[in-house]
């Protein structure tokens, strides 16, 4: 009891499993208690918020490094939706300013969002990371903060920042250089766009087949929106030629590299703060195995 008590005064989120009556009172004050059936008294299951159906008491740490990969995943997608809709908001505040009209329609925006917001994101959430081979979740660690976190706030900041700036500067070179044809701006920021969130997303899951088909379907579509006849037209498009595609293509991968570099760069929160964590011992008293 006096272990768990001081884990959760340290700020720790803690589980504590036995089969005893004498360690009902620990698993009833921590913040998860686990009682094992078959095997606990009925005072342990009585305080239990879960009961463990199997004999084998491993499980809980097979369970731990999945609810961690789940988690992990959810907030990698949420990272890129909210920090990729953050980018549009800015590039079409910035343009507006500068352009006194939007430098995209209503259904060019609803192209980006198709594109960048339902395929690509789903497959980063059902994904899970790759930590390399051989490697396993360090159960021990501190688990990745929630969404207001300092270093989610920093990565939504990379990632808007980023995003916004591939699209501002196709739209504002498409508007400034000679040998771009006018009319073309708004369709280069919008592949910009595009090209920058699908360049960003593909980091978080580069190893994933699923998430390389769905950017590529993306990547296709965008191609296809832009170039087709009739279908360029209805989204307000224009066909782009090879010197667009490039400054396009340049500029979502810069955006790449950036969201990619930038958060190793800037100082992290992660270290020496008082996160809370999955209190995780050997001690008798706290985990029967």
């Known amino acids: 009891v006096r272990i768990v008590r001081d884990l959760r005064k340290a700020g720790r989120v803690v589980a504590m499993t036995g089969d005893g009556a004498n360690d009902a009172a620990a698993?009833?004050?921590a913040d998860v208690g686990i009682a094992v059936a078959g095997r606990s008294s009925g005072a342990a299951r009585s305080a239990a918020d879960l009961v463990l159906t199997a004999p084998d008491t491993a499980l809980i740490l097979d369970a731990l490094r999945e609810g961690r990969a789940l988690w992990h995943s959810v907030r990698d997608a949420a990272?890129?939706?909210?920090?990729?809709?953050?980018?549009?908001?800015?590039?079409?505040?910035?343009?507006t300013a500068l352009g006194g009209r939007a430098p995209l329609s209503t259904r060019q925006l609803l192209v980006v969002n198709m594109l960048t917001d339902m395929l690509?994101?789903?497959?980063v959430a059902i994904t899970p990371a790759d930590p390399g081979p051989g490697a396993e979740t360090p159960l021990g660690a501190a688990?990745?903060?929630?969404?207001?976190?300092?270093?989610?706030?920093?990565?939504?900041?990379?990632?808007?920042?980023?995003?916004?700036a591939a699209a501002l500067a196709s739209w504002h070179v498409g508007r400034l250089?000679?040998?771009?044809?006018?009319?073309?701006?708004?369709?280069?920021?919008?592949?910009?766009?595009v090209g920058a969130q699908l360049g960003q997303t593909l980091i978080a899951r580069w190893h994933s087949p699923l998430l390389l088909a769905t950017c590529a379907v993306s990547a296709a579509a965008l191609f296809a929106i832009v170039e087709t006849p009739g279908i360029s037209q209805f989204f307000g498009c224009t066909p782009l030629g090879p010197g667009a595609w490039t400054v396009?293509?340049?500029?979502?991968a810069a955006a790449t590299v950036a969201a990619a570099v930038a958060p190793r760069l800037l100082p992290s929160t992660a270290d020496g703060d008082h996160d809370r964590r999955v209190g995780i011992?050997?001690?008798?008293?706290?985990?029967?195995?």
């Not at 990272?79 to 343009?95: K, Q």
């Not at 690509?120 to 497959?123: E, G, Q």
């Not at 250089?177 to 766009?193: D, E, K």
């Open 248 to 252: 396009v293509t340049l500029a979502a």
């Open 177 to 193: 250089i000679t040998v771009v044809p006018g009319g073309r701006a708004s369709t280069m920021g919008l592949a910009a766009l």
């Open 143 to 164: 688990p990745v903060r929630g969404f207001t976190g300092q270093d989610m706030g920093r990565v939504l900041a990379v990632r808007g920042t980023a995003t916004a």
């Open 79 to 95: 990272a890129i939706l909210v920090g990729g809709n953050a980018g549009e908001v800015a590039f079409t505040v910035l343009g």
């Open 281 to 289: 011992t050997d001690h008798p008293d706290m985990c029967d195995t």
């Open 27 to 29: 698993i009833r004050r």
């Open 120 to 123: 690509p994101s789903l497959a």
